[in-house]
């Protein structure tokens, strides 16, 4: 029989990596949605004659949205999962 050290060692080994990608995941829209809108109220603010965004600006916003959500949420999440789990 494997001792139950052993299991809680490889339990804690093979799922820290899978749950570290699930909260990355739940967290990543949240975040992306307002950082998107940070950054859009930035962008007016910064340009007050502009009255709407085009669609290279829109998607230039929700580009920088999206890679910083991403980096926010993973480095959340691992940090997180590490307290967690150790």
Known sequence: ???RVVMIELY???HQPIWTVVLTAALFFPIKKILF???MKKFFKDNSDVQELNEI???KLN???RFTSM???FVFSYLYVQNVFY
């Open 1 to 3: 029989m494997i001792p």
């Open 57 to 59: 600006i829109k998607k």
């Open 12 to 14: 804690k080994t093979f």
């Open 63 to 65: 580009n920088r949205a």
């Open 37 to 39: 809108q940070l950054y």
């Open 71 to 73: 980096l926010l949420s």
